[in-house]
């Protein structure tokens, strides 16, 4: 798998390629999640290639969402520890 960093000088909705979009979906309290592929028009002619760089591309999302989600909760963490020290008397 090759990356590369996107320039930014064309607007990524403008290209004409395959999609994956992904979207939490309120659902009985909570979130569950949707996705769907999507082609540029009706007679896109799909690759192998494309299919695994879109594969690719969810792994790299996965792995930045694992992050963020670790971090989240390392804040949490550190909120409470710091609550509890609070409560404690002790800093």
């Known amino acids: 798998m090759r990356i590369i960093p996107y320039n930014g ?3 990524l909705e403008d290209i004409e ?3 994956v979009i992904i979207k939490a979906v309120p659902f009985e309290n909570s979130f569950v999640p949707a996705f769907f592929i999507q ?3 009706e007679e896109y002619p799909m690759s192998l290639d ?3 760089c879109l594969m690719d591309g969810v792994e790299i999302a996965h ?11 390392q804040q ?3 909120r409470q520890d710091k609550d509890i ?3 404690d008397g002790e800093f």
């Open 50 to 52: 494309e299919l695994n």
């Open 63 to 73: 792995k930045s969402i694992d992050h963020i989600i670790a971090f989240l909760l």
């Open 76 to 78: 949490s963490f550190d």
């Open 9 to 11: 000088e064309e607007n």
């Open 17 to 19: 390629s395959l999609s």
């Open 39 to 41: 082609s540029p028009e």
């Open 85 to 87: 020290k609070d409560e």
